[in-house]
């Protein structure tokens, strides 16, 4: 999934994220243009994931 792809259907995944992880907050799933990596890190952090698993969990959702 590029950039492109993740902006468009962010808010979309951001629900879906939210649902699995209710601990995760708004601020936690704040898409910023170039801001990618963050927010990766802090769904990381959170879900115990390596970056990896997060991106292929983002990318089935």
Request: aromatic residues 6%.
């Amino acid at each position: 999934m590029d950039k492109l792809e993740i902006k468009g259907k962010w808010n979309e995944i951001k629900g879906k994220v939210k649902q699995a992880y209710a601990d995760l907050t708004d601020d936690d799933l704040k898409y910023e243009e170039g801001q990618e990596d963050e927010t990766l890190g802090k769904i990381q952090q959170k879900t115990g994931k390596t970056r990896d698993e997060v991106v292929t969990w983002l990318k089935s959702l």
